[in-house]
């Protein structure tokens, strides 16, 4: 993108300069000569007058008496009125400028003077214009560059914008450009995340309800059907023997549906080796804690391999370090593991922590106790449901923040296949 911006404007500096620099070079060199010849019919006129004062005078011509109104290197000729030719000065061969003038009452004068000055002239005023061109496309290559540099980076900004907003990062973003039209574009992209955050929020909360009621209903269905199968009297018990086999497939299909919806939102995921991608997540905030006078720690087995979306889990745990970098004191630890067959990712720090009013529903959209607008951790959690883990609050005092992944099992890494993910309701 920037090397097209930068293509398109060097190519309209490069036009103008040749528009421009081809017809000033030459009109500067026909003004050198314009000068040098105006300046010669000048001098030419001047002897004329000289010559006319003379003969008026003395009837005579002496050219001598003149020489010293003349340029050191010219060659002047005179045919007076009675046709006598007089010269002074050297007479050059090879090209030369030349002026002529007439006499009163009869005669001429004719008076050169080398090209060679002229042309040294025409060369070094041309060439210096040539070199004001060429100082005037530099600089327009550096504002060119500066210009496409500012030109671009906004666009690749938004344009990260926009993936990660389909990648399911629906955090917010504060910067802005200063241009108008793409600062508006940032606005909707915010709009967008923001309503696309709160349909995946309810998404994920009716499939929820709805897999928690309807597994309710189905036990106590089940329960019932399982009463009736033992009624003594056969005809009952048969009818509600296949009553509850019926349930029993109905609770599989549903297993079924949840198990398609989660596998759904995280289509994305793939297996990540937290050795990797962790360093690289800790190295942008690392950074930003060292400029607040605080350390970032980080502790990751090297053969860990999760599975989730790269984007989510960047911005997923990009959230708790922003929580902790405004909220939080001290330093700042990423640590991971493996328990129970699950990758567990830990974010804390030193500082006074979550307040007890605060610690059932830091999660909660529009939840904060720092005057902060609360969807960060809400946006943070979305993001790490959709590729089927969960963040919890480990601890209040201080603040540790639990991110709970799955791993991937050995023959799905061999196959290079997604993981399938646990049917059961969480």
């Not at 089940?222 to 009952?236: I, S, V």
């Amino acid at each position: 993108m920037r090397k097209k911006i930068l293509q398109a404007i060097l190519l309209a500096v490069a036009v103008t300069g040749l528009a421009l620099g081809g017809p000033l070079v030459y009109t500067t060199v026909l003004l050198v000569e314009s000068n040098v010849r105006a300046s010669l019919n000048e001098n030419a006129a001047r002897v004329a007058d000289l010559l006319d004062e003379q003969y008026a005078q003395k009837h005579t011509i002496k050219v001598d008496d003149i020489r010293i109104a003349l340029p050191k290197t010219s060659y002047l000729k005179v045919t007076g009125p009675d046709g006598s030719v007089s010269r002074t000065g050297t007479q050059t061969t090879g090209d030369v400028v030349t002026a002529t003038a007439n006499l009163v009452p009869s005669g001429s004068i004719e008076l050169s003077i080398p090209a060679d000055r002229m042309r040294r002239d025409q060369l070094s005023e041309g060439g210096l214009v040539l070199l004001l061109l060429v100082l005037s496309v530099s600089i327009g290559t550096v504002v060119a560059t500066l210009t496409a540099r500012r030109l671009a980076e906004p666009l690749q900004h938004v344009a990260e914008r926009a993936t990660r907003l389909g990648a399911g990062d629906f955090r917010p973003d504060a910067r802005r450009h200063g241009v108008q039209e793409l600062d508006a574009l940032a606005e909707a992209l915010d709009t967008s995340a923001a309503a696309l955050a709160q349909l995946v929020t309810r998404e994920r909360e009716l499939v929820g309800d709805v897999s928690h009621q309807l597994r309710s209903r189905l036990t106590a269905l089940q329960l019932r059907l399982e009463a009736l199968a033992m009624h003594p009297e056969e005809e009952t018990a048969a009818e509600a023997g296949a009553a509850l086999e019926q349930a029993d497939r109905l609770a599989e299909v549903l297993d079924e549906l949840l198990a398609a919806a989660r596998a759904a939102r995280a289509m994305g995921a793939e297996p990540l080796e937290l050795a990797t991608e962790l360093p690289v997540i800790v190295e942008e905030w690392r950074q930003r804690l060292r400029a607040e006078g605080r350390l970032l720690r980080m502790k990751v087995p090297d053969s860990l391999v999760v599975r989730a979306t790269p984007a989510r889990l960047r911005e997923a745990i990009g959230v708790l370090l922003d929580n902790a970098l405004q909220h939080g004191d001290g330093t700042v630890t990423v640590a991971a593991r493996v328990s129970e067959g699950t990758a567990v990712i830990e974010v804390s720090d030193a500082g006074l922590g979550v307040p007890d009013e605060l610690a059932g529903h830091i999660f909660e959209r529009g939840v904060s106790g720092h005057g902060s607008t609360g969807v960060g951790l809400a946006l943070a959690r979305a993001l790490v449901d959709a590729d089927g883990g969960r963040m919890q609050l480990a601890t209040a005092r201080p603040a540790t923040f639990v991110i709970f992944l799955p791993v991937p099992k050995s023959d799905d890494l061999l196959a290079g296949v997604g993981w399938r993910a646990d049917p059961g309701p969480r």
